[in-house]
C-alpha cells in the first residue's frame, strides 16, 4: 500500500514520540520490562519501516516528475522557435503539425513532401491529415 510523504510525516512524528517516551521513562528511573521494550522497539521498527517505503516512494514520484517536468520544457523550448504560416508551425523550413502542438505540446514534424500541382503535400504521421502548402516558411 502507498504511503504519502504527509502519511510518512505523521509516522515519523510517532516514531520520535515512541524514543521520546522511553527516554522519559529511563530519566525517570521507571523500569521496563523486556516486554515493554520489545513493543516499543517492534513498533519503532514498523513505524521507520513505513517512513522508509514513504520515503522511497516519494523519492521516486519525484524523479518522475522531473522527467516529464524536463521534457516539457524540452517541448516547450523546441516550439518556442515555431513561426507560422499557412496554417501550420515552421521550423527550419519544414512544417509541424498544428493539432499535435496545439492539443499536446508535441513537435510533430509533418511527413513529405510529396509534390502536386496544387503545391507541396505534407502528412501527419499521427493524425494522417494531409496539408498543401505553396511555399516553405
Ligand atoms: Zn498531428
Request: with cysteine; charged share 30%.
Amino acid at each position: 500500500m502507498p504511503i504519502d510523504i504527509a502519511a510518512g510525516l505523521a509516522l515519523s512524528k510517532n516514531a520520535l514520540d515512541i524514543v521520546v517516551a522511553v527516554r522519559k521513562a529511563i530519566r525517570e528511573k521507571k523500569k521496563l520490562t523486556d516486554e515493554e521494550m520489545r513493543d516499543y522497539l517492534e513498533t519503532l521498527q514498523d513505524k521507520l519501516v513505513d517512513v522508509r517505503t514513504a520515503l522511497l516512494e516519494a523519492d521516486e514520484e519525484n524523479r518522475a516528475l522531473k522527467g516529464a517536468l524536463a521534457e516539457a520544457r524540452r517541448m516547450a523550448d523546441f516550439g518556442a522557435e515555431f513561426t507560422k504560416g499557412e496554417g501550420l508551425y515552421w521550423r527550419d523550413n519544414f512544417p509541424y503539425c498544428p493539432t499535435c502542438w496545439d492539443t499536446e505540446r508535441k513537435p510533430v514534424r509533418l511527413g513529405g513532401p510529396v509534390h502536386s500541382g496544387f503545391g507541396e503535400v505534407w502528412q501527419c504521421p499521427v493524425h494522417k491529415v494531409h496539408h498543401v502548402t505553396k511555399q516553405r516558411h
